[in-house]
């Protein structure tokens, strides 16, 4: 499955906003699969990971974020569910799992509805290590300033917004994935 094929049904190429979505999908796809890499012990599945985290955002457009170039009519923090609704239409369920569960470090329902998001009230925690993958790689891009990577300071101040569950799911991945 070539993942282009998907963003280009619903994004138009040379577009900002098509720009931002495959810089940014590409820069966490790169991080993600060298992460693998260097793990070789985590048995992921690396076409697997090429292929969703090129899609994780794929939901953005539906989004309400114009300093992104975002002009859909729900918030930002749906993108995500938004996303997975999108990719298991294309017939790919296991693909709509990591756009759910890539927001902050993922969500418990707990977090949901203490935080009171207008998103589904389920867990959306990353499983596999896959999705952990991904979701960790996102964290050091933001789309907002797409190529420069963040230090892992920022990150985890940004985290912090996602109380402190977030933070030690971020925690825990940097124990496992950097060397």
Known sequence: MDPQIIIKKYYTPGTKLYDILVDHSQLVTEKALAIANVHPEFNADKQFIAEAAMLHDIGIFLTDAPDIECHGARPYICHGTLGSELLKKEGLPRHALVCERHTGAGLSLDEIIAQNLPIPHRDMLPISI????????????????????????????????????????????CKLFLL
């Open 130 to 173: 896959e999705e952990q993958i991904i979701c960790f790689s996102d964290k050091f891009y933001s789309k907002s300033d797409p190529l420069k990577e963040k230090s892992l300071d920022k990150i985890r101040k940004s985290m912090a917004k996602y109380g402190e569950a977030s933070v030690h799911r971020f925690e825990s991945w």
